[in-house]
């Protein structure tokens, strides 16, 4: 029988957190979830939700506090999805990432005594996303312009968010602005009527050039040469203003279509001394400046010494591979983004590099089809989605028998699950080094050095 009762209020202890920094207690041995509680807090709760094997609890009141508890900068942190451990302070998210990972390579990957290193944090964990994406809606007849409530597509109307650059900020009040001042329609996500959806921005740290995106219902926008004369002339550090085109009934932001107002398509920015080129459709990592050193961490563990032959898999743009280029004998990137793949070759002779190949295609099939005609890595880097890396690659590395293999990955479930059949099959684990990519959220991205024992 379930010991809880919806819309009672219970008093609980908080024993631990989830991978999205909910809070967990029990109620008579029943398993509840909070947001807003920390591991150790003792809290009031109103139950909202009940399921056969656990319950969602709402934060009432905090009678215990925990040490590590702070007051939120942001003044709609409550509400809105963007970030989830504001309320912690931030050596706390650290460590909370720290542990995310240890008890995920414990749980999942059955594995024990792996050395996890402490989570390398920023000095300065805010203002640090280079890319912005604004939905805008109408909610009470009032243009709202900000970021998704949690779980939900209600738009949180915000004019200040502390971890984007704040010239996203800027550029989206002007936008927003000229949207109220010239009466333009705004998208409705549940009549697929209306014109402008999303406002995007995204920044060169290093360069300083920006790009304004409006993501719209069609294929023209009402008084266009107006907003290019006002933000142009507010931010003249704006280089690209592209409408893209996106009338698809969908819940993907982005069309396969942009339309160039003014500048070019492209804004450049460097990581380390590579310069890349970044149009509205590429994948670029969010936080340049940790991603400098996740790279760095990547190129350390691949410990090249300009005689080996690397695999990159799931390259992307080409920035990791470029970053191997510097140390290594040659070079293969393989992704099946065909975008990403032309970004990566024109990222390679926009810096000189003629040591990397880049191939299109899926992991799971090139990587069988190059080992069966003979090419072999030394050393495999690996960087794949969330959802891990496919079975297929796996066995052919394994097969294949590099020295090390280098995983980074922004999902330490999967790391986890990967890293113990690597290491059934041949493979220790040494190291990971988890790197704090997006303060104040749950997110953690690692860098993890395998060796090949069978080679010793």
């Not at 329609?185 to 697929?192: K, P, V």
């Amino acid at each position: 029988m379930v010991p809880v009762k919806k819309n009672e209020v219970y008093k609980i202890e908080i024993s631990g957190m989830t991978h999205e920094g909910q809070g967990v207690g029990r109620i008579d041995n029943f398993t509840v979830f909070v947001d807003g509680p920390i591991k150790g807090e003792e809290v009031e709760i109103k139950i909202i939700e009940v399921k056969k094997n656990y319950a969602v609890g709402k934060l009432v009141k905090i009678l215990k506090a925990s040490p590590d508890r702070v007051e939120p900068l942001c003044k709609v942190y409550n509400r809105c999805g963007g970030c989830s451990l504001q309320h912690m302070s931030y050596d706390a998210t650290l460590k909370f990432k720290t542990d995310l990972v240890t008890e995920n390579i414990r749980r999942i990957g059955g594995l024990q005594g792996v050395v996890v290193h402490d989570t390398i944090g920023m000095d300065n964990p805010f203002n640090y996303r280079n890319k912005a994406q604004f939905p805008v809606g109408i909610q009470r007849g009032e243009l709202v312009v900000g970021f998704y409530a949690k779980r939900s597509h209600d738009i949180v109307n915000s004019h200040m968010c502390l971890i984007q650059h704040s010239d996203c900020d800027k550029a989206k009040l002007i936008v927003k602005r000229f949207l109220e001042e010239n009466k333009i329609s705004i998208y409705d996500e549940t009549t697929g009527k209306g014109l402008v959806r999303h406002i995007m921005t995204r920044v060169g740290f290093k360069t300083g050039e920006m790009m304004v995106v409006l993501v719209i219902n069609g294929n023209t926008l009402p008084k266009q040469d107006l907003l290019v004369k006002r933000l142009t002339a507010e931010m003249p550090q704006i280089k690209s203003i592209v409408l893209n085109i996106n009338t698809a009934n969908t819940n993907v932001i982005l069309g396969s279509k942009n339309i160039v107002l003014f500048g070019e398509e492209n804004i450049t920015d460097y990581i380390g001394n590579f310069k890349f080129k970044i149009s509205p459709l590429s994948f670029y990592q969010v936080n340049p400046v940790q991603t400098e050193l996740l790279y760095n961490k990547a190129l350390e563990y691949a410990g090249l010494t300009g005689e080996e032959t690397v695999f990159d898999l799931y390259c992307g743009i080409g920035t990791i591979s470029l970053f191997l280029s510097q140390k290594a004998k040659k070079v293969y990137g393989v992704e099946v983004v065909e975008d990403a793949i032309r970004d990566a070759q024109e990222n390679a002779k926009l810096n000189g590099v003629d040591n990397v190949e880049f191939i299109v295609g899926e992991a799971e099939k090139i990587i069988p089809d190059m080992y069966d005609k003979g090419i072999r890595a030394d050393v495999v880097v690996v960087d794949p989605p969330r959802k891990g890396c496919d079975g297929v690659v796996l066995d052919t590395l394994v097969n294949m028998s590099p020295e090390r293999i280098v995983y980074v990955s922004c999902n330490p479930a999967t790391l986890a699950r990967d890293m113990a059949f690597l290491s059934e099959r041949g493979y220790e684990v040494l190291e990971v080094q988890p790197v704090d990519m997006f303060p104040w959220s749950s997110h953690v991205e690692c860098v993890t050095l395998m060796t090949n024992v069978k080679n010793k």
